[in-house]
């Protein structure tokens, strides 16, 4: 069986400052991930992936992941907060051909002016 | 290219009714996912249609049903609703090209609010 674990449910920073979002993950084989943000009643909006190659992977709106094998993480950062960043923030994971894509339990991030 | 999208975006039933929603995705994908989300389950995999046929299915009664029709729009079903069917029910579609159907992205759409009275 494959999971996500999103252990903060919410995430607050100043705008300016760094962020990261948090994201540990439990598959067998290799991971396909994935990161999607979710504005208030809206659906859900792809960011970013990490299929192979780099283990840092640049996305949409200026943020980039870290796959890290050894800790089975995949953490969503970015150097830069805004406040129009403020939102819902899902990680997820997908393991072999036809298996179904398992979101995390998702984190609120907050960016105060 | 336009996005999904879905139809109708909000909804208020009864208890016991059904509720039929639709889903058209981005043209030239094949593939159509349902999720259904609340604010206490998160995002729960209803199921996945590949050219008409039914490939995922996630852990839901039988009360929830779904089609994929050849020009790969979709529709779900919810009969008997119970107001724990109240959510936001979200269609993804993704192209699944040559590569691994695992690695392709699945776009969503704005779902539809569902409230069960």
């Known amino acids: 069986a494959q999971s996500v674990a999103q252990p903060e449910d919410q995430v607050n920073v100043a705008e300016g400052n760094p962020l990261t979002v948090k994201c540990t993950y439990s598959?067998?084989?290799?991971?396909?991930l994935f990161w999607y943000v979710q504005y208030p009643n809206r659906g859900l909006q792809f960011l970013l992936k990490y299929i192979t190659g780099d283990n840092l992977v640049k996305g949409s709106y200026g943020f980039e992941a870290e796959f890290n094998k050894s800790q089975t993480s995949f953490h969503l950062k970015k150097p830069s907060a805004l406040v129009s960043d403020s939102a819902l923030y899902f990680c997820a994971v997908r393991a072999y051909v036809r298996s179904t894509l398992t979101f995390g339990k998702g984190t609120m991030l907050l960016v105060s002016p | 290219k336009a996005g999904v999208t879905q139809t109708p975006r909000y909804l208020i039933k009864t208890r016991g009714q059904q509720v039929t929603l639709s889903c058209s995705p981005i043209?030239?994908?094949?593939?159509v996912s349902w999720y259904q989300q609340t604010p206490g389950q998160g995002l729960q995999f209803l199921f996945e249609y590949f050219s008409e046929t039914q490939r995922n299915k996630g852990n839901f009664p039988g009360r929830f049903s779904g089609r994929q029709f050849s020009n790969s729009r979709s529709e779900m079903n919810v009969s008997t609703l119970e107001l724990g069917d109240s959510a936001l029910y979200l269609c993804?579609?993704?192209?699944?090209?040559?590569?691994?159907?695992?690695?392709?992205?699945?776009?969503f759409g704005p779902g539809t609010r569902l409230l069960v009275l």
């Open positions: 598959v067998s084989g290799n991971p396909y």
């Open positions: 043209s030239g994908h094949r593939s």
């Open positions: 993804a579609s993704s192209l699944v090209g040559r590569t691994s159907s695992s690695q392709e992205t699945q776009y």
